[in-house]
């Protein structure tokens, strides 16, 4: 079993930044990536980013040159550096524990609301 506990939510202004920090423990044998996922009001939840064990990322469209997934395996944690953030950027955010691209285990989500 993996626990996943996001922090860093709030609210900012259009242009401003963010930081969210995802925190693991326990173990999953199969997992080998770290993703990042966001779910809008009456929308359904959509990939953002995904980090692997060897640390290759990769990004949705809508975030790429925008945001940074970042890991420290030391501390366990999984950060998403969110910058130039966008009113579209409102939504509740999700850490995920994945085996390649499909998500495994799920943290309870962090809200993030950009204002315009």
């Known amino acids: 079993q993996v626990q996943l506990v996001e922090s860093g939510g709030g609210l900012v202004q259009a242009g401003g930044s963010l930081r969210l920090s995802c925190a693991a423990s326990?173990?999953?044998?199969?997992?080998?990536?770290m993703g990042w996922y966001r779910q809008a009001p009456g929308k359904q939840r959509e990939w953002v980013a995904t980090?692997?064990?060897?640390?290759?990322?990769n990004y949705a469209d809508s975030v790429k040159g925008r945001f940074t997934i970042s890991r420290d395996n030391a501390k366990n944690t999984v950060n998403l550096q969110m910058n130039s953030l966008r009113p579209e950027d409102t939504a509740v955010y999700y850490c995920?524990?994945?085996?390649?691209?499909?998500?495994?285990?799920w943290g309870q989500g962090t809200q993030v609301t950009v204002s315009s």
């Open positions: 995920a524990a994945m085996t390649m691209t499909v998500p495994q285990y």
């Open positions: 326990g173990s999953g044998f199969s997992i080998n990536s």
């Open positions: 980090i692997t064990s060897g640390s290759v990322t």
